[in-house]
């Protein structure tokens, strides 16, 4: 897979037998699970050789990625099944302003080895405060804000950092 300089968000294919939904396991390098309580501090983190490819499994929370000095809002459901891909080099962080925990996957593409910040949320720049606050007061922004048509799957696409 090309890197590609912008985030992605792909619809997922769905099927249920009996009480039992499927979605197709995505192909990744380490599988990571987290758990994200709710009204928990929100970090930035931002890798320099590795994807992620997220997918909600349980709740709902929003995932902000930084764009031309913006955060932009991409808020995931668990009835709306979708993948998020993040490529190296853009800061992203997940608020979870729900009453429950949210639970998702990250299916991880490795393009090299792990560097040390990797995994060290970083904070908030002062320029972007105001900008993360609102974020925190807008009620529901599922326009994704400006995301665009992704020309290689379906789904939705958020131009990256590059």
């Known amino acids: ?33 987290a758990e994200l309580a709710p009204q928990q501090p929100w970090e930035l983190f931002c890798h320099r050789h590795q994807t992620d490819q997220l997918i909600l499994l349980r709740g709902s929370l929003d995932l902000v990625v930084l764009h031309n000095g913006r955060f932009e809002r991409i808020t995931l459901r668990e009835d709306d099944p979708v993948m998020v891909r993040i490529p190296p080099g853009v800061p992203h962080g997940a608020i979870n302003q729900g009453r429950y925990s949210a639970t998702l996957v990250n299916a991880v593409l490795r393009h090299g080895p792990a560097a040390a910040g990797d995994y060290r949320p970083r904070p908030i720049p002062a320029g972007l405060l105001g900008q993360w606050q609102k974020l925190l007061n807008v009620p529901d922004s599922t326009a994704h804000l400006g995301l665009e048509q992704s020309g290689e799957t379906p789904g939705r696409s958020v131009p990256g950092n590059g």
Do not use: N
């Open 1 to 33: 897979m090309a890197l590609s300089p912008s985030v992605e968000v792909v619809q997922l294919e769905r099927s249920c037998t009996g009480r039992t939904t499927f979605c197709a396991a995505q192909s990744s390098d380490q599988t990571l699970i």
